[in-house]
Structures are given as C-alpha cells and as structure tokens.
C-alpha cells in the first residue's frame, strides 16, 4: 500500500541555517498523526514543503505517491491544508467565499453545492454562511479555512494549528469534527496543545531543531516504563539504600527535603509497582510515608524530555 505521507531524508537550508535536516517519516492512509515541536523546530517549513509551497533543499516527499517538487499540481488536487493564518477574503461572505474556492479547485457544478452544503454542516458555519467574512471571530474564521480545505475531498489533510484562537467550546467542536475525519482521510495535525493531540491522534511525531526526535503511537508512550513519587521521613542515607535495593526500581532521584520530608523519585522497570512492599518496609522501619504517587508517562513527559534533550 503507497503511504498517503512519504518524507525521505528530507532537508532544508536557509543559508547557513539548516531548518530541516534529514527528517524521514511515513504515514499511512486514515491515520491522525499529530506534528509536534517547539517554536522554530522545524514544523512549519516540514508542512510549507508538504504542500509545495516551499522546495526543499534535498531529499524527497510525496502526496499519494506524487513527488511534491515534480508533480504539485497533482499533489493539491489530493490535499487540504489549513496554515495557522488562514489567507480569506474579508469582504466576501462566507457562502460567496466557498463557492469561489470551489471553482478554483475545479469542483463540478453538479457536485459543487453538495460539497459546500457538507462543508458548512460538518465545520459547524451554517449559521454564518451570508456573514462577511471581515465581521467573523477568529474561530469562525479559522473554521471556515478548515472548511475550504475540505471542499474538493481530499486525501490527505494537513493542519497547521487549528485551534488557534478558538474559544473552549469552539475547540472541542473543531476536535470533534478533526477526530471524525480520521479513517475518511489522512490527517497530519499540528498544534501546541499536547492534550488535544491526546484526545484524537493516534501517533505522534516529534520534531526539535530540524532533526525527527520522536516517532510512536500514543499506545506505546504509555507503556512505557513508570516512574514513583515518594515522601520519607528518615535516616537519608538509610533511605536511599534502601530504595535503590527495592526490587523494580532502576534508579533513585533524590529531591528536595521539605520540613523533614524527603523527595525522591524512583525510576521503574516496565510493568513494576513496588509501592505495597515499599510502604510495608518503611513502617517495619520506623520510617514515615507520605507520599506514593506512581505515574506513567504522558505525551507531555515524552515531549518535554524529547523536545529539551540536546548534544
């Protein structure tokens, strides 16, 4: 099966800057896949050259098996894209808007006020659609670029936050609506907002300085090794031994000692939870606990370790 989204060693240089380096990727038809990266990390110029508005330095991507450097038109006749500013017309109202859209991506008449009517419907605009577009919130106006990029029926969607500057309401509204696309389409979601990437992705991608970090299912994070909060009140050296001889526990971080307690975290084995033995042990011991608070890791663990690690 072709993958909808093929990156190979793709690279892009501004000077002696190099924006992209190397990032290669697939991913396959229907899945969500979320984009993720700090500011500058190299996620908006992956996307500008996903949807040929930039050429890439080297290497090679492709659109539903075609290349997007040789054969762009063929690439956006199979692909939606929402940028974070979405470009539309202000003076125009939001039916006029679409229908123009529509001729310019070539929509027949016979289907063109099926597809606009569908459009209006799912992205939730129907009740704005004689609205100038100029006299529209932010939210509506980013739902109507949504909109447009699902006019002709794409593919493949890219997005590049789209929840920006959508109220709360308006937010889970646009979710839904993404999350309901998944399977329908190929969908490669960009956004600072790591929960929502939880809530509909299946994988996500991790991008820092231009180099691919991170590439998984959000399934797998979350099977990763645990790690355990704990609160002593004891001898420290004591502590320390003996947490690090508990079986399960790869290694011991000692934290802060807040008003005679001591913090430490424990790293765990995969599948390890050793707080019934360390509890028990500690009180044989004479020792206080407070705390024994087991997490597992979250997008925003696995991002926060990823984006920030360096060398």
Request: proline residues 4%; hydrophobic residues 40%; neutral net charge.
């Amino acid at each position: 099966m072709t993958p909808a989204i093929q990156v190979e060693t793709l690279c892009k240089n501004y000077g002696s800057v190099q924006a992209v380096h190397n990032v290669t990727f697939q991913v396959a038809p229907g899945e969500l896949v979320g984009f993720l990266g700090l500011n500058g990390a190299g996620k908006s110029t992956t996307l500008k050259i996903l949807t040929t508005f930039l050429p890439a330095s080297s290497g090679t991507a492709s659109i539903d098996g075609f290349d997007v450097m040789y054969e762009s038109m063929q690439v956006r006749e199979r692909l939606g894209y929402l940028p974070e500013s979405v470009p539309i017309y202000p003076e125009m109202r939001v039916e006029e808007y679409l229908t123009m859209r529509a001729k310019l991506k070539g929509i027949e008449r016979t289907r063109r006020l099926t597809r606009i009517d569908y459009c209006l419907e799912h992205c939730r605009i129907r009740e704005v659609r004689r609205r100038l577009i100029g006299t529209l919130s932010k939210g509506y106006r980013q739902r109507v670029g949504l909109a447009d990029a699902l006019l002709a029926g794409p593919s493949v969607l890219i997005l590049d936050e789209p929840l920006s500057g959508l109220d709360p309401v308006q937010q889970e509204e646009t979710l839904a609506t993404i999350r309901s696309l998944g399977g329908q389409h190929t969908v490669l979601f960009s956004s600072h907002q790591l929960a929502d990437v939880e809530k509909i992705c299946d994988r996500v991608i991790i991008i820092d300085r231009g180099t691919l970090r991170f590439d998984d299912k959000l399934t797998a994070i979350s099977k990763q090794a645990a790690f355990l909060v704990v609160e002593v009140r004891g001898p420290t050296e004591d502590v320390t031994r003996f947490l690090a001889e508990t079986d399960g526990v790869t290694e011991v971080i000692p934290g802060p000692m807040l008003e005679g307690w001591a913090e430490y975290i424990l790293r765990l084995k995969a599948e390890a939870d050793p707080r019934e033995v360390l509890a028990k042990r500690a009180i044989e011991n004479g020792w206080g606990v407070r705390r024994l608070e087991l997490r597992r890791e979250r997008l925003e663990d696995t991002f926060m370790r990823v984006a920030y690690q360096r060398g």
